[in-house]
């Protein structure tokens, strides 16, 4: 059973940088989908970056150019670096993997972490 365990979240002032990691267990995760989710309080779960088996990455506008999710198959690892962080990007910070890069939404990944809570303050 694939297990997924996010760390790296914490507080951070507007501009700052954060690295989240996801630590995948129980399966080898190198021919799975990867991705970052991040969730408000009354808002849905957005998804913001992936990366497919292949290394191939795809990002949400919302983060384009700031943020960069790159994967460690030797660690079953995902990570996300996030620089440039603003006051929106303040959320509880979600990894999820599939067997396929299938799309943006929740319904498309079927593993999921706990989460990991960045706050950015202004």
């Known amino acids: 059973q694939l297990q997924l365990m996010e760390s790296g979240g914490g507080s951070v002032q507007a501009g700052g940088s954060l690295t989240l990691s996801c630590k995948a267990s129980g399966v080898a995760v190198n021919t799975y989908c990867m991705g970052w989710f991040r969730q408000v309080p009354g808002k849905e779960r957005e998804g913001i970056a992936a990366v497919d088996s292949d290394g191939s990455t795809d990002y949400a506008n919302s983060v384009k150019g700031r943020f960069t999710v790159s994967r460690d198959n030797t660690k079953n690892t995902l990570f996300l670096q996030m620089n440039s962080l603003q006051p929106e990007d303040t959320a509880m910070y979600y990894c999820?993997?599939?067997?396929?890069?299938?799309?943006?939404?929740?319904?498309?990944?079927?593993?999921w972490g706990q989460g990991t809570q960045v706050t950015v303050s202004s």
């Open positions: 999820a993997a599939d067997f396929q890069c299938a799309g943006w939404g929740e319904a498309y990944f079927t593993y």
